[in-house]
C-alpha cells in the first residue's frame, strides 16, 4: 500500500456515506407522498359518493371522509370541505405528508367532483 493513499477509503466513505443517506431518505419522502396523495383522493371520492345520493347532505360526505382519513392515517393535518348544489357535489381534501426528511413539508392537495343523484321520472311516450 502506498503511504500516500492511506486512509483514502474512510475519507472516501465519510463523504459518500451521507449523499447515499441523503438519496435513500428523498426516495423514502417520496413514497410517503405519494401515499399521502393517494389517500386523500381516496378520501375526496369518498366525500363525492357519499354526498350525492339523492336525499344526502354535505356534512355526509365530510363525515366519509373524515371516517376514511381516521381509518387509514399518513394525512397530517387533512382538512374537508364539501361543497354540494343542486346538480354537482364537489369535494377537496388537504394535508400534508408525513415528513421523513427535515424541511420537506409537502402539501398535499386532492379534489373530486360528480353529479347528484335525482329521480327523474319516465316521460310517456
Request: without cysteine; glycine residues 8%; charged residues 15%.
Amino acid at each position: 500500500m502506498l503511504d500516500g493513499a492511506r486512509g483514502a477509503a474512510s475519507t472516501e466513505l465519510v463523504i459518500t456515506f451521507p449523499v447515499v443517506l441523503l438519496v435513500i431518505l428523498l426516495a423514502l419522502q417520496f413514497g410517503m407522498y405519494l401515499h399521502a396523495a393517494q389517500i386523500a383522493e381516496a378520501a375526496a371520492q369518498e366525500a363525492v359518493e357519499a354526498a350525492q345520493a339523492e336525499r344526502a347532505v354535505a356534512s355526509a360526505g365530510q363525515s366519509a371522509a373524515r371516517s376514511l382519513l381516521t381509518q387509514l392515517g399518513a394525512l397530517r393535518g387533512p382538512t374537508v370541505r364539501v361543497d354540494r348544489t343542486t346538480t354537482t357535489v364537489t369535494a377537496r381534501v388537504t394535508g400534508r405528508a408525513q415528513q421523513v426528511v427535515p424541511g420537506f413539508d409537502l402539501d398535499i392537495f386532492a379534489t373530486a367532483e360528480g353529479p347528484v343523484e335525482r329521480f327523474v321520472p319516465e316521460t310517456p311516450p
